[in-house]
Protein backbone atom coordinates (compact mmCIF):
# COMPACT_ATOMS: atom_id res chain seq x y z
CA UNK A 1 0.00 0.00 0.00
CA UNK A 2 1.62 3.20 -0.91
CA UNK A 3 2.04 6.08 1.40
CA UNK A 4 -0.16 9.07 1.69
CA UNK A 5 0.97 11.72 0.37
CA UNK A 6 0.77 15.40 2.13
CA UNK A 7 -2.26 16.27 0.17
CA UNK A 8 -4.02 13.78 1.16
CA UNK A 9 -2.97 13.73 4.67
CA UNK A 10 -4.18 17.84 4.88
CA UNK A 11 -7.09 17.17 3.09
CA UNK A 12 -8.14 14.34 5.09
CA UNK A 13 -7.18 16.19 8.68
CA UNK A 14 -9.04 19.53 7.49
CA UNK A 15 -12.10 16.85 6.81
CA UNK A 16 -11.66 15.14 10.25
CA UNK A 17 -11.62 18.62 12.05
CA UNK A 18 -14.28 20.71 10.58
CA UNK A 19 -16.86 17.67 9.85
CA UNK A 20 -16.52 17.22 13.47
CA UNK A 21 -17.06 20.81 14.44
CA UNK A 22 -19.80 20.95 12.31
CA UNK A 23 -22.02 18.32 13.36
CA UNK A 24 -21.21 18.82 16.85
CA UNK A 25 -22.49 22.39 16.35
CA UNK A 26 -25.20 21.61 14.96
CA UNK A 27 -26.22 18.26 16.97
CA UNK A 28 -25.77 20.47 20.05
CA UNK A 29 -25.12 16.90 21.45
CA UNK A 30 -23.38 16.80 25.18
CA UNK A 31 -23.67 12.88 26.02
CA UNK A 32 -20.49 10.97 25.62
CA UNK A 33 -22.54 8.02 23.04
CA UNK A 34 -23.27 11.40 20.54
CA UNK A 35 -19.93 12.46 20.75
CA UNK A 36 -18.15 8.95 20.26
CA UNK A 37 -20.55 8.89 17.26
CA UNK A 38 -20.38 12.07 15.68
CA UNK A 39 -16.25 11.21 15.96
CA UNK A 40 -16.27 7.90 14.30
CA UNK A 41 -17.90 9.41 11.49
CA UNK A 42 -16.17 12.26 11.19
CA UNK A 43 -12.59 10.00 11.37
CA UNK A 44 -14.48 7.74 8.28
CA UNK A 45 -15.25 10.88 6.71
CA UNK A 46 -11.30 12.05 6.60
CA UNK A 47 -10.63 8.54 5.57
CA UNK A 48 -12.78 8.78 2.51
CA UNK A 49 -11.29 11.99 1.16
CA UNK A 50 -8.42 11.10 2.08
CA UNK A 51 -8.09 8.23 -0.03
CA UNK A 52 -10.17 10.18 -3.06
CA UNK A 53 -8.03 12.99 -3.20
CA UNK A 54 -6.40 12.13 -6.82
CA UNK A 55 -2.70 10.94 -6.94
CA UNK A 56 -0.43 12.92 -8.69
CA UNK A 57 0.72 11.43 -12.11
CA UNK A 58 4.77 11.62 -13.10
CA UNK A 59 5.48 12.80 -16.13
CA UNK A 60 7.56 10.32 -18.56
CA UNK A 61 10.62 11.27 -18.51
CA UNK A 62 12.48 11.80 -22.16
CA UNK A 63 14.93 9.18 -21.61
CA UNK A 64 12.62 6.46 -21.06
CA UNK A 65 11.96 4.19 -24.31
CA UNK A 66 8.37 4.19 -25.38
CA UNK A 67 7.68 0.21 -26.44
CA UNK A 68 4.42 0.06 -28.51
CA UNK A 69 2.60 -3.08 -28.65
CA UNK A 70 1.92 -4.74 -32.36
CA UNK A 71 -1.47 -5.76 -33.36
CA UNK A 72 -1.92 -9.46 -34.39
CA UNK A 73 -2.62 -7.63 -37.70
CA UNK A 74 0.76 -5.36 -37.68
CA UNK A 75 2.66 -8.64 -36.28
CA UNK A 76 1.55 -10.66 -39.74
CA UNK A 77 2.01 -7.51 -42.34
CA UNK A 78 5.79 -7.33 -40.47
CA UNK A 79 6.97 -10.78 -40.66
CA UNK A 80 6.08 -10.36 -44.77
CA UNK A 81 8.99 -9.79 -46.85
CA UNK A 82 8.60 -8.19 -50.37
CA UNK A 83 10.44 -8.87 -53.52
CA UNK A 84 12.81 -5.83 -54.15
CA UNK A 85 10.87 -2.90 -55.81
CA UNK A 86 7.60 -4.46 -54.91
CA UNK A 87 5.11 -2.93 -51.97
CA UNK A 88 3.74 -5.08 -49.33
CA UNK A 89 -0.21 -4.30 -49.04
CA UNK A 90 -0.88 -3.73 -45.29
CA UNK A 91 -3.99 -5.20 -44.16
CA UNK A 92 -6.60 -2.26 -43.48
CA UNK A 93 -7.44 -2.36 -39.26
CA UNK A 94 -10.98 -3.71 -38.77
Known amino acids: MPRPTAAQLAYGSCTV ?3 TLAMLLLS ?8 VL ?8 GLLVAMT ?4 KQAPSAAAPVVREQVPAQRET ?3 SAAPGRRVREHAER
Open 28 to 35: QTSSSLGI
Open 17 to 19: IFS
Open 53 to 56: VPLS
Open 78 to 80: ASV
Open 38 to 45: ITLSALAL
